[in-house]
């Protein structure tokens, strides 16, 4: 059973950058699909990004595509997060998730319950 911990959220300006950090424990990491969740006040946790057990196949939500990059290091059992050009619709709790199923081809699981392990979550505050 792997256990997931994130880092690095914080409050920032609208238009400014931060870098999440998800580590890893117990498994074996890179038999895991990886992805980023996040959950508005009042809202359903929903997608954000996701990649393959290796790292090669990367997916995102059409609405963080071009601003957040995905990027994981199999020999430090760890998942990133860069996220810039932030807009204060992106303020929200942001998780990180792993689940054993193999991404298809370019396509990873986006579906929130496919994610069998989840961290406890990291604040990120946008103000305009």
């Known amino acids: 059973q792997v256990q997931l911990v994130e880092s690095g959220g914080g409050l920032v300006h609208a238009g400014g950058s931060l870098r999440l950090s998800c580590a890893t424990s117990?498994?074996?990491?890179?038999?895991?699909?990886i992805g980023w969740f996040r959950q508005a006040p009042g809202k359903e946790r929903e997608f954000v990004a996701t990649t393959s057990f290796s790292g090669g196949v990367k997916n995102y939500a059409d609405s963080v595509k071009d601003r957040f990059t995905i990027s994981r290091d199999n020999a430090k059992n760890t998942v990133s997060l860069q996220m810039n050009s932030l807009e204060p619709v992106d303020t929200a709790v942001y998780y990180c998730?792993?689940?054993?199923?193999?991404?298809?081809?370019?396509?990873?699981?986006?579906?929130?319950?496919?994610?069998?392990?989840w961290g406890q979550g990291t604040q990120v505050s946008v103000s305009s």
């Open positions: 998730a792993a689940t054993r199923l193999r991404c298809s081809g370019y396509v990873c699981s986006k579906r929130r319950a496919d994610y069998e392990y």
């Open positions: 117990g498994g074996t990491f890179s038999t895991y699909t």
